[in-house]
């Protein structure tokens, strides 16, 4: 088939009918990455077909769904609470800018910084320095290749988070700020060894764009006083404990006195 840059399509017999945008065309590949799934695919022509109005429809009532899920639960706001600071960064600009909008609509603040996943490390500890954040997610996209499940060579971006990670914990301990870290598919038990509180993806699947957020979200709106219920949090994700996990931490949210 002929596509164009920004087409959408899906890859011809995937069962969940992933809607994916044309992100480049070169040399007879077609590089691919998820709408509203954190997932990058390089693919030949004849591996996709465009997306039908009912397959985009379908993704997109429940992007909505999940969205109003989450903005429907917020807790009462009022000036008596400093709710937890996030930094954002995303490798995808289009996944960034709909957490932002989430972060938004539940009323924390949040910057978000898109980076190149290989970048991160690099430029991770002048932004904490200048934005000074209680919480931080590094996500992206990430690939695992199923040639062995604990071979970090076996995935596309799993080791620039943990450098990332452990560059984050060279000047913040886990008690100074919380790492959200990971995307689809990644290596999650070295995530969570090099330093991350929460991590994707326990069982190397697919995650949503929102799922990063979720975690932050619940992260953000607990307090300093209790350890964050990841069981709560996990109940607005599609696939739950398969797709996100951690370890005990304590919450950012304080109370004015």
Same mark, same amino acid.
């Given at each position: 088939m002929t596509v164009a840059v920004s087409d959408? =399509?899906?890859?011809?017999?995937?069962?969940?009918?992933?809607?994916? =945008?044309?992100?480049?065309? &070169?040399?007879?590949? =077609?590089?691919?990455? #998820? $709408?509203?799934?954190?997932?990058?695919?390089?693919?030949? !022509? @004849?591996?996709?077909?465009? !997306? &039908?109005?009912?397959? =985009?429809?379908?993704?997109?009532?429940? &992007? @909505? !769904?999940?969205?109003?899920?989450? &903005?429907?639960?917020?807790?009462?706001?009022?000036?008596?609470?400093?709710?937890?600071?996030?930094?954002?960064? @995303? #490798? @995808?600009?289009?996944?960034?800018?709909?957490?932002?909008? $989430?972060?938004?609509?539940? #009323?924390?603040?949040?910057? #978000?910084?898109t980076l190149a996943e290989e970048e991160i490390a690099e430029k991770i500890q002048k932004l904490i320095y200048d934005l000074a954040p209680d919480i931080i997610v590094v996500t992206g996209h990430d690939v695992y290749n199923q040639k062995g499940i604990k071979d970090l060579d076996n995935y596309s971006n799993s080791y620039n988070f943990i450098k990332a990670v452990r560059k984050i914990r060279e000047i913040k301990s886990r008690t100074d700020t919380t790492i959200v870290a990971g995307a689809c598919q990644s290596h999650f038990e070295a995530l969570i060894a090099n330093g991350a509180d929460f991590a994707s993806s326990p069982k190397r699947i697919n995650i949503h764009t929102f799922d990063p957020a979720v975690i932050a979200i619940k992260t953000a709106t607990t307090s300093f006083s209790k350890i964050v219920n990841l069981s709560d949090a996990l109940r607005y994700i599609d696939k739950g404990a398969d797709a996100f996990g951690g370890i005990e931490t304590f919450g950012k949210m304080r109370l004015f006195l």
């Open positions: 959408l =399509v899906v890859v011809i017999g995937d069962p969940h009918e992933i809607v994916y =945008v044309v992100e480049k065309i &070169t040399e007879g590949k =077609v590089y691919i990455s #998820g $709408l509203h799934y954190r997932v990058r695919k390089i693919v030949a !022509a @004849d591996e996709i077909m465009p !997306a &039908t109005p009912q397959q =985009v429809a379908r993704e997109q009532k429940k &992007t @909505d !769904a999940y969205f109003q899920n989450i &903005t429907s639960v917020r807790r009462k706001r009022n000036k008596n609470y400093l709710l937890g600071k996030i930094l954002h960064i @995303d #490798g @995808d600009k289009k996944y960034l800018d709909k957490c932002l909008e $989430l972060y938004k609509s539940v #009323g924390i603040f949040a910057n #978000g910084i």
